[in-house]
T-cell receptor
Framework: DAGVIQSPRHEVTEMGQEVTLRCKPI?????LFWYRQTMMRGLELLIY????????DSGMPEDRFSAKMPNASFSTLKIQPSEPRDSAVYFC????????????FGPGTRLTVL | DAKTTQPNSMESNEEEPVHLPCNHS???????IHWYRQLPSQGPEYVIH???SNVNNRMASLAIAEDRKSSTLILHRATLRDAAVYYC??????????FGKGTTLSVSS
């Protein structure tokens, strides 16, 4: 299995631009999670989906952030407009109930907003 | 709120055992205890989990106190590759994992 796939691995953009991060979960997993990691705040859960439905988005910082999961094999996290404080590493993870919530993380996307 | 307490950092020598403690004094009867670790520049990876009994796998052992208010992750022989941030997490099945700050483990040769 290829594991969780994230793209791009690195993104550098200017303040005000739209940024779209992509995630392909492990085939057969029905839960998908988006996290953000910074030195100051550590690893924060932004949103998670179960069977393509958003279950908890209380971690999404503000309306500039949105996430979608149109099907079981693809999810996006969009930031519009981006700000320098959004600079972080964004991780996607997936899990299956048969594995008792064991989460498998992707390699992350390092976002830098100038 | 991570709901667990871990030391900020620990040090070990290569090939020695490492005991990483975690306090979860407010744990409920249905909460599982999970351990993940994050190697430098990588995403977190699963290490082990348990409910009441001690658990062993190829990576580590998990010792859970009888009252379940604390647990210890045991690396039997530390290697340089084990240098990472180790996260202890408690959660109920079907809910999201909430990561705290974890313990940064340094391993010296």
């Amino acid at each position: 299995d290829a594991g969780v796939i994230q793209s791009p691995r690195h993104e550098v953009t200017e303040m005000g631009q739209e940024v779209t991060l992509r995630c392909k979960p492990i085939s057969g997993h029905n839960s998908l999670f988006w996290y953000r990691q910074t030195m100051m705040r550590g690893l924060e859960l932004l949103i998670y989906f179960n069977n393509n439905v958003p279950i908890d988005d209380s971690g999404m910082p503000e309306d500039r952030f949105s996430a979608k999961m149109p099907n079981a094999s693809f999810s996006t996290l969009k930031i519009q407009p981006s700000e320098p404080r959004d600079s972080a590493v964004y991780f996607c993870a997936s899990s299956s109930p048969s594995l008792l919530d064991t989460q498998y993380f992707g390699p992350g996307t390092r976002l830098t907003v100038l | 709120d991570a709901k667990t307490t871990q030391p900020n950092s620990m040090e070990s020598n290569e090939e020695e055992p490492v005991h990483l403690p975690c306090n979860h004094s407010t744990i409920s009867g249905t909460d599982y205890i999970h351990w993940y670790r994050q190697l430098p520049s990588q995403g977190p990876e699963y290490v082990i989990h348990g409910l009441t009994s001690n658990v062993n796998n190829r990576m580590a052992s998990l010792a859970i106190a009888e009252d379940r208010k604390s647990s210890t992750l045991i690396l039997h022989r530390a290697t340089l590759r084990d240098a990472a941030v180790y996260y202890c997490i408690r959660n109920q099945a079907g809910t999201a994992l909430i990561f705290g700050k974890g313990t940064t483990l340094s391993v010296s040769s």
